[in-house]
């Protein structure tokens, strides 16, 4: 398992944007999937975005995004650095949650999962707050 954790979360009104960071620790963070998911106050947890993980120069990655995210929010990543991004902008306040960073080993080439059940590893989460 790696260890995730997460930063930038913060308070914003509506329309803005924000970008979520997530360091892992360990040296082969390169094979893991990420994703992000959230927990919005007395809401169960949900699936944000996922990106694949890479092998070698296999550096074209599959992303995966929740409906009510997609063309608004960005996922990404950076294995030098063993971080993975969450770019959000044109917040709204149903955007509002405690942000997870997640980390899935043994997942096929290529893929994105989207279930909460596929990621072995998470963070301690970043609250994100949008005011209306």
């Known amino acids: 398992q790696v260890q995730l954790v997460e930063s930038g979360g913060g308070l914003v009104q509506a329309g803005a944007s924000l970008r979520l960071s997530c360091v892992a620790s360990g040296r082969t963070f390169s094979s893991y999937a990420m994703g992000w998911f959230r927990q919005a106050p007395g809401k169960e947890r949900e699936f944000v975005a996922s990106i694949s993980w890479s092998s070698g120069d296999r550096t074209s990655y599959r992303t995966s995004y929740t409906d009510s995210v997609k063309g608004r929010f960005t996922i990404s990543r950076d294995n030098a650095k063993n971080l993975v991004f969450l770019q959000m902008n044109s917040l709204k306040p149903e955007d509002t949650g405690v942000y997870y960073c997640?980390?899935?080993?043994?997942?096929?080439?290529?893929?994105?999962?989207?279930?909460?059940?596929?990621?072995?590893?998470w963070g301690q989460g970043t609250q994100v707050t949008v005011s209306s």
């Open positions: 997640a980390a899935a080993r043994s997942i096929t080439f290529g893929f994105a999962p989207t279930t909460g059940t596929a990621f072995d590893s």
